[in-house]
């Protein structure tokens, strides 16, 4: 019997937002980041508007993390629009990804104090 591959939904992650999908907004995901899932850490490229996974450094805004991706979207070869979370909400640690340059705790942390100063508590555990 084959194992099922689990893929990551917004409730392993997001544990509360703020009421009328609030929290929410419609964004457009750069071509070139790739197969994204829920979860994904993201920041706005400041150019150019578009959201790309973020990353440790940068100072195009890549460094800057903002916001978190709540459905899953393939930019392999095209932009996507995409959903993302953008504001007043709870987030646990362990449903979140992040880009690959973020790749310690210090980085981490240093995305998750991101993601806080806009709103987006990321909580440890569930």
Known sequence: MA?????IVASDWL???DGSYRSRDTAIIASGSGKLVSGTVLA?????????PAAASG?????TAVAVLLFPV??????AK???V???AIASH???????????????AAANAQLGAVGIIVRQGA
């Open 94 to 108: 362990a449903g979140l990804t992040y880009g690959a340059t973020i790749n310690d705790a210090t980085k981490r």
């Open 82 to 84: 995409a959903v993302i």
């Open 59 to 63: 100072s195009d805004g890549s460094q």
């Open 86 to 88: 953008s504001r007043h």
């Open 3 to 7: 194992l099922l591959e689990t893929a």
């Open 44 to 52: 706005k490229v400041t150019a150019t508007g578009k959201y790309v």
């Open 15 to 17: 544990k509360s937002e």
């Open 74 to 79: 393939d930019t392999t070869s095209a932009d």
